[in-house]
Structure formats: C-alpha cells, structure tokens
C-alpha cells in the first residue's frame, strides 16, 4: 500500500511539473512574439519621428506640393496610431500607406536638384535608409517568434496548455499587396 501511495505522488508531482514547464514554455514564447512587436512598432515610431524633419526639408524647396505633405503627414499619423495597439494587419497597412508616401515625397524631391545636394536632406535619407533595415530585421525577427509561438500552439504536447497559459495562435507581420518589390527611388 505504502509503494501504491509513493508511486501515485511520484506521478502527481510529475504531472504537475510537466503543466508548470508547458504553461511556462508557452508564457515565455508569447511574451518573446509581444517583445518582437514592439521592436517594430520601435522602428515604426523611429521611422515616423524622421519624417517631419525630411518634410520641413523638402517644404523649403517644394512649397506647392501640398498634397503629397498632407498624405505624408496624414500616413505617419496613422503609423503612430496603430503602433499603439496590438493589431498586426492594421500596423502593415498603416507602414504601406507610410511607404507610399514617402516614395511620393522622394519623387518631389527629385525635381530639385540643389535639395537632392542638401545635406540635411542626405542625412536624413541615411537615416531612413537604416531605419528600414532595421523596420525589416524587426518584421522578420516577430515572424520567427510568432512562427516558434504557433508551432508550440499547434503541437501535441503543448496545445494542451492553451487555455491555462491564455496563449493562442498569432498572426504574421505580412506585406500588405504590392509589397513584394521594395520601391524605387532615384536621386
């Protein structure tokens, strides 16, 4: 009788190890995917704080292009928008929208050239430059945790734990349409 008791809390305590290291496991994996969300939204808000700064340059030389300065200003507003909050598609339409805008804006430039020279205006595209490579190592870093994270939630044993870890499957940070091919600018 004393075996069957030890050998019943041998396996109690196994069992309840097991829930701890899958509840933690699966804790740890959607915390790693929340952490890469907000290194975008990071390089996001980095990329959005650039431009009225790139803006105030190309004002000076284009004053009549009103329109393509509204919809970069209305285009970053909307990035810091969706930054706030946790919906992916959202943040990737609000970045097309951004990056549609600012190839417009380059394109105004480019009827310039004593600002294509300026080096405000080339500092400043520099600095985009690198923001959009790091806008891209951060989209590809979530990926990859989101894709650990919906292995573990799809995967005997660990969707067993789901529910108790209040961890479900996440969405990936994809190109809205069109997106495929980076855009081109020329200066």
Sequence with gaps: MLIAIIVIVVVIVALVGFVIVGFNKLRTTDIGAQEALGGI???LTRRADLIPNLVETVKGYAAHEKGVFE???AA???VQAAAKGDDVPAKAAADARLQGALVNLNAVAENYPDLKANQNFLDLQQQLAETENQISFARQYYNDAVATLNKLTQ???WM???GIANVHKRDFYEAPDGQEVAPQVKF
């Design 41 to 43: 939204d990071v390089q």
């Design 71 to 73: 919809e970069v200003t």
């Design 76 to 78: 970053r507003a909307g």
């Design 155 to 157: 995967t005997i044993p």
């Design 160 to 162: 067993f734990f789901t």
